[in-house]
């Protein structure tokens, strides 16, 4: 067989290869941009509850002007555990350290008695969202152990550097989602999509990503939002 044959035979068969290629690599992560902060779902860690219906880890973690302004709150408001209860200021130097965050500057602590939790809260706008900023100063974690005040804030800005993991829930048969509450997927609260959302959106690629094929949507929305496989 001649070199020029060869060559032909090469050109030929490439973009099948190409194609082949393509179609059996296989995405691991999908991410999700929302103003503030990034939600990515690891589509290795799917667990079938039913048919159409399965659980997924995610992680969702601030963007960068976020999480800086949000550790630096922390760090700089976690005196404020030893105030009594009722509003405060921020700082000159906090307020000016914000950058494109922006603040109420003010800061309340709520005590809710020696035996109960006590805890700060502040608020913070970045682009579109508005979110209020929790720190514990005394209280008891989900599985019951007490923390103190130290252990609280290295618990707050862990997560705030690492992000914060959970498992979402999704019935791809049913057009609903949900978050799971703890370990046991029975508590999980399940709800109906919301039409044109963010939700709607991550529904459907997580879906399609997972199955293989569109999601059940309502007549109303079914060509609101634009997917592609």
């Known amino acids: 067989m001649t ?9 030929a068969i490439a973009p099948t290869l190409a194609f082949a290629q ?15 902060d990034v939600e990515v779902f690891d589509l290795d860690t799917v667990e079938t509850l039913h048919p159409d219906k399965f659980a997924i ?6 963007v ?5 302004f949000r550790l630096q709150a922390i ?8 105030q009594p209860a009722g509003q405060y200021l921020f700082s000159s130097e906090m307020l000016h350290q914000a950058g494109p965050v922006t603040t109420s500057g003010v800061i309340e602590v709520i005590d809710n008695g020696e035996d109960a939790d006590k805890l700060l809260t502040w608020d913070f706008r970045y682009r579109n969202s508005r ?8 209280g008891v974690i989900e599985e019951g152990k007490p923390l103190t005040a130290d252990e609280w804030y290295f618990w707050a800005r862990d ?18 989602i949900g978050r799971q509450l703890s370990f046991n997927v029975s508590k999980t609260f399940m709800h109906e999509v919301r039409r044109e959302s963010y939700g709607e ?8 990503a997972i199955t293989g094929k569109r999601p059940y949507v309502p007549s109303k929305s079914q060509n609101l939002v634009p997917i592609s496989p």
């Open 3 to 11: 070199l020029s044959v060869l060559l032909g035979l090469f050109v």
């Open 159 to 176: 997560r705030i550097a690492k992000g914060v993991p959970h498992v979402e829930i999704f019935d791809c048969a049913h057009y609903e």
């Open 201 to 208: 959106e991550v529904y459907l690629r997580v879906c399609l």
């Open 57 to 62: 880890k995610a992680v969702t973690h601030d």
């Open 75 to 82: 760090e700089a408001l976690r005196t404020y555990c030893a």
């Open 131 to 138: 979110r209020t900023e929790l720190l514990f100063c005394r």
């Open 64 to 68: 960068p002007e976020v999480m800086q």
């Open 22 to 36: 393509r179609d059996t690599e296989k995405v691991r992560f999908l991410e999700f941009s929302f103003d503030s």
